[in-house]
């Protein structure tokens, strides 16, 4: 799904539980950043085969005190560096500092994260994929006009209970795979043909 007037294909990544491990009391430091199976590969995979990759991520451990910016963006210089060792990179990392409570418009489920990301590549967002495992992350890249993806590692497989038991609206056009690896093969094979 290209937008034809520019010619590019974009996917938009969640972070935690997408592209690293989760946690629920927060993923507070660079040793804590560790990429889940076959994501770094999945994103040098998508990079190689024509796809812009950004990331859209909450970080609201930023307002809770966690952790600082510049320990975030130490994170992102790791994800950054294991990229640059397969030869690849990833385009804009818009996060969201704000607490649930802050009233900001960039905080996922509102989709002012993916808002930056269109204005940065100056197109708007109807031909991107939004990969989250999350209902906000779902909910985000609808508000965009964004295809959702959801993904079952992370938060995924609650997230996927949830949407089969009724309890998170109708998706009738999500797409579903087990890991941001399966989603990218998938993509890449399309893509080939």
């Given at each position: 799904?290209?937008?034809?007037?520019?010619?590019?294909?974009?996917?938009?990544?969640?972070r935690d539980g997408v592209i690293n491990e989760d946690s629920d009391a927060y993923v507070k430091s660079v040793e804590e950043w560790k990429p889940i199976a076959g994501s770094i590969e999945a994103?040098?995979?998508?990079?190689?085969?024509?796809?812009?990759?950004?990331?859209a991520t909450?970080?609201?451990?930023?307002?809770?005190?966690?952790?600082?910016?510049?320990?975030?963006?130490a994170m992102h210089e790791?994800?950054?560096?294991?990229?640059?060792?397969?030869?690849?990179?990833v385009g804009p990392i818009a996060y969201c500092p704000h607490g649930p409570d802050d009233d900001c418009n960039c905080r996922k489920p509102k989709p002012g994260l993916l808002r930056q990301i269109s204005e940065?590549?100056?197109f708007d967002l109807s031909g991107a994929y939004m990969v989250g495992d999350s209902l906000r992350d779902l909910q985000a890249g609808a508000a965009a006009g964004c295809q959702c993806v959801l993904v079952k590692t992370g938060k995924g497989e609650q997230t996927w209970k949830k949407i089969v038991a009724g309890e998170s609206g109708d998706w009738p056009d999500l797409l579903i795979f087990d890991s941001l690896s399966e989603f990218a093969k998938s993509l890449v094979r399309g893509s080939e043909h």
């Amino acid at each position: 799904m290209a937008d034809h007037d520019t010619g590019i294909n974009l996917v938009i990544l969640d972070r935690d539980g997408v592209i690293n491990e989760d946690s629920d009391a927060y993923v507070k430091s660079v040793e804590e950043w560790k990429p889940i199976a076959g994501s770094i590969e999945a994103i040098a995979a998508l990079r190689e085969s024509g796809y812009e990759v950004a990331v859209a991520t909450n970080q609201s451990g930023i307002a809770r005190g966690y952790y600082s910016i510049e320990v975030l963006d130490a994170m992102h210089e790791k994800l950054r560096g294991l990229l640059l060792k397969m030869g690849s990179e990833v385009g804009p990392i818009a996060y969201c500092p704000h607490g649930p409570d802050d009233d900001c418009n960039c905080r996922k489920p509102k989709p002012g994260l993916l808002r930056q990301i269109s204005e940065h590549y100056q197109f708007d967002l109807s031909g991107a994929y939004m990969v989250g495992d999350s209902l906000r992350d779902l909910q985000a890249g609808a508000a965009a006009g964004c295809q959702c993806v959801l993904v079952k590692t992370g938060k995924g497989e609650q997230t996927w209970k949830k949407i089969v038991a009724g309890e998170s609206g109708d998706w009738p056009d999500l797409l579903i795979f087990d890991s941001l690896s399966e989603f990218a093969k998938s993509l890449v094979r399309g893509s080939e043909h």
